[in-house]
């Protein structure tokens, strides 16, 4: 990511040559960084998945190592299709004696229909897709949640929890969805005017809308790190404890660290809190 980011602030292509070591870095860097986008997405797609058999069908032992392993086979493999073509598509070429790190799908296709191709291939897999399964699994999500009701006599206090619980989950779910589609929308909007219109034609994409565009979809991973432990207190656990076991690994435990006040259990279903 870094020569992508320095080439757009600085506006240059300096970190690369005509060379063939400026070849092979061209094709590793546009290799690694369509690498990196898919995988943080289809992994998002994966998580999506796992959390709605959790809430759906909790009777289901779903989290299995098996399964883990099972999923990021999936994910490396449906990423390396994806990022692959680029290994051919990168080349360096020379505009006015300044080499450029761009895709060109000559000889071996026709290079405007095939990076359109490529594009919506993109476009479909790497937004449209993943953005419809995590909407449509995060709602059934919240509405299983939303739904759920406790038999018997249930105690006030549980009930302000459960209450508190659905918000949350309701919240989490929105706000991941909002963060997708928010933080990719632009980077996709740009190669889709840029492939598909005239709009860029005579002068090119502004620098600014590539760099904002750059910009947003890279975050949403630092932002879905902060939404998960908002809204989640089960996230905000595992954060603290693999906190203190990084910083704290030989500390003897004391009274009160063992004395934690602990929040009222959410009841289940078919449990009764007298």
């Known amino acids: 990511m870094i020569p992508q980011a320095v080439s757009m602030l600085r506006d240059t292509h300096s970190w690369v040559n005509d060379g063939p070591f400026g070849q092979i870095s061209c094709k590793l860097f546009m290799f690694s960084q369509a690498l990196s986008i898919a995988s943080s997405i289809f992994s998002l797609t994966v998580l999506a998945f796992e959390r709605f058999f959790v809430v759906a069908f909790p009777l289901w032992n779903i989290i299995t190592v098996k399964g883990t392993l099972r999923s990021i086979i999936v994910i490396w493999v449906a990423t390396f299709a994806l990022s692959s073509p680029l290994l051919y598509a990168a080349k360096v070429r020379l505009n006015d004696a300044v080499a450029f790190c761009m895709e060109d799908w000559a000889p071996a296709f026709n290079p405007k229909r095939a990076q359109a191709i490529y594009t919506i291939v993109s476009f479909v897999f790497l937004y449209a897709l993943p953005l419809l399964i995590i909407a449509v699994l995060y709602s059934v999500i919240?509405?299983?949640?939303?739904?759920?009701?406790?038999?018997?006599?249930?105690?006030?206090?549980?009930?302000?929890?459960?209450?508190?619980?659905?918000?949350?989950?309701l919240k989490m779910s929105v706000a991941v969805v909002l963060a997708f589609a928010f933080c990719w929308f632009l980077m996709h909007l740009n190669m889709l005017l840029i492939d598909f219109s005239d709009l860029f034609e005579a002068c090119g994409i502004p620098k600014w809308l590539q760099t904002?565009?750059?910009?947003?979809?890279?975050?949403?991973?630092?932002?879905?790190?902060?939404?998960?432990?908002?809204?989640?207190?089960?996230?905000?656990?595992?954060?603290?404890?693999?906190?203190?076991?990084?910083?704290?690994?030989?500390?003897?435990?004391t009274p009160e660290n063992q004395d934690q006040e602990r929040a009222p259990d959410i009841p289940l279903e078919g449990q009764v809190v007298n």
Do not use: D, M
């Open 142 to 169: 919240a509405a299983k949640v939303w739904s759920r009701r406790t038999p018997g006599n249930t105690a006030l206090a549980n009930r302000r929890v459960l209450q508190e619980y659905r918000k949350n989950v």
């Open 212 to 253: 904002t565009g750059f910009l947003l979809g890279h975050s949403n991973s630092a932002i879905n790190c902060c939404i998960y432990p908002i809204f989640s207190q089960e996230y905000r656990k595992g954060f603290k404890q693999s906190l203190k076991s990084l910083f704290w690994r030989h500390a003897r435990p």
